[in-house]
């Protein structure tokens, strides 16, 4: 009788042991590799069955001095800096964060503030001269989020001048940030090639936003702590595969040794002084 007692209350046990280990799951830190690469796990959230495989931030000269290598011993596997805004804005702290998170081994990306009413092409030329990207470095991306008073058509027009601008110049496809009202009542079909970056700080995002069928980044707060960053900042989180992860990393012009695509490089380009008058962003 106690033996069969034992084995009920077993069985009873075990839905919540595998529920706790369900859960464990989804929260814990993704694992880095030797360079600061994120190790790809499946990570499943039983809830909607999507897959959260790396956390991140992205920064501006709002979150100041960081302790990168604090920020990496917190989890955070990839970071994206804010370089450029408009047609002549440079972020005053990119040149200090830029070189910094690569140095502390974190996957790092940088972005572009869109303004729909600037020249499109100008902005561009002005992403692509302040930001150097090196082999192993996340795809550019465009912060699309203001219509600054212009039509559907003017918004999308111009976007795809800098999208295509940039992946001419750099090689690879720029990934998109928006968020899902932005996306859903100002931009038109035709940019799916990009990978989505959405910012929700209500709920997970739905698989499909506008003519998106999934999103690949999410950007669930803008109040976010970590350590090594005094401000608040925002968090996100990729969902994907290792496959396109990478077809999200910049290549080496020529053919590289195994070595080549995961070591940070030596050569560090000169950045150009910051200007003034930072925007809100």
Excluded at 199 to 206: C, G, I, L, R, T
Excluded at 231 to 237: E, M, R, T
Aim: glycine share 6%; proline share 7%.
């Amino acid at each position: 009788m106690p033996h069969r007692f034992l084995i009920r209350l077993s069985f009873l046990a075990l839905p919540l042991l595998l529920l706790a280990c369900q859960r464990e799951k989804v929260t814990r830190p993704a694992e880095v590799d030797a360079e600061g690469r994120p190790v790809i796990r499946t990570l499943v959230d039983t809830s909607k069955n999507m897959r959260l495989l790396a956390d991140g931030v992205d920064v501006s000269h709002h979150q100041g001095d960081i302790d990168w290598v604090k920020v990496r011993a917190a989890g955070k596997v990839f970071a994206f800096a804010k370089a450029t805004e408009g047609i002549d804005y440079i972020d005053p702290m990119f040149a200090t964060h830029w070189p910094a998170i690569r140095e502390a081994k974190i996957s790092r990306g940088a972005y572009h503030f869109f303004r729909p009413e600037d020249d499109p092409i100008a902005q561009a030329k002005l992403f692509i001269e302040n930001v150097e990207l090196e082999p192993g470095d996340l795809a550019p991306v465009l912060d699309v989020e203001l219509a600054d008073g212009q039509s559907i058509e003017t918004i999308d027009a111009g976007v795809r001048v800098w999208i295509d601008t940039i992946k001419a110049h750099y090689g690879v496809q720029p990934i998109l940030y928006s968020n899902k009202n932005f996306v859903e009542r100002e931009m038109a079909s035709g940019f799916e090639d990009s990978p989505l970056w959405i910012a929700d700080f209500n709920e997970m995002p739905p698989e499909s936003i506008g003519t998106w069928s999934k999103w690949t980044f999410w950007q669930s707060t803008e109040k976010g702590e970590v350590d090594g960053i005094e401000a608040l900042v925002d968090l996100s989180k990729f969902r994907g595969s290792a496959q396109e992860w990478s077809a999200m990393i910049v290549r080496p012009k020529a053919p590289p040794s195994s070595t080549e695509l995961t070591s940070p490089l030596e050569h560090r380009p000169d950045q150009p002084a910051a200007q003034e008058q930072p925007a809100d962003q």
